[in-house]
DNA sequence: TAGACGTAGCGTCATGGGGC
DNA sequence: GCCCCATGACGCTACGTCTA
């Protein structure tokens, strides 16, 4: 997992790195500011909260975004499979249309 | 067998779009 | 405007395969 000392978030109640959250002691100076913001405990708890809720559902946002683009792929490679088949098909007949074509001109 | 390399899957962040 | 969701991008880890 990426985790990094400058992750930051813009604009909402519930900007505070992963790095406070994985150690409660962290002193990162962007932590200490951003809480500083928190009028009491309760609040900043209230923050890390809805990070928290905000960060799984997210996690969870991702999994099935990529099922979903693991499924349209393999759908996308079926249906190439079905059109080079078709395709194979149509040449054939083709061919074998063309076959007896030529055998009734001569 | 150790190290390089490729690939799949994951978590997180940033961002755009839609609903309220 | 704010909130939520979907998704692209990025970095990381785990694992399999190849090669010296």
């Known amino acids: 997992m990426a985790v990094t000392g400058d992750e930051t978030e813009t604009g909402s109640a519930a900007d505070l790195t992963t790095c406070q959250l994985r150690n409660p002691s962290c002193s990162h100076p962007q932590v200490v500011s951003e809480a500083s913001a928190y009028s009491s405990k309760k609040s900043i708890e209230d923050a890390l909260q ?57």
């Open 50 to 106: 809805k990070r928290e809720h905000r960060l799984m559902k997210n996690r969870e946002a991702a999994r099935e975004c990529r099922r979903k683009k693991k499924e349209y792929v393999k759908c996308l490679e079926d249906r190439v499979a079905v059109l080079e088949n078709q395709n194979k098909t149509l040449i054939e007949e083709l061919r074998a249309l063309k076959d007896i074509y030529r055998h009734k001109v001569e």
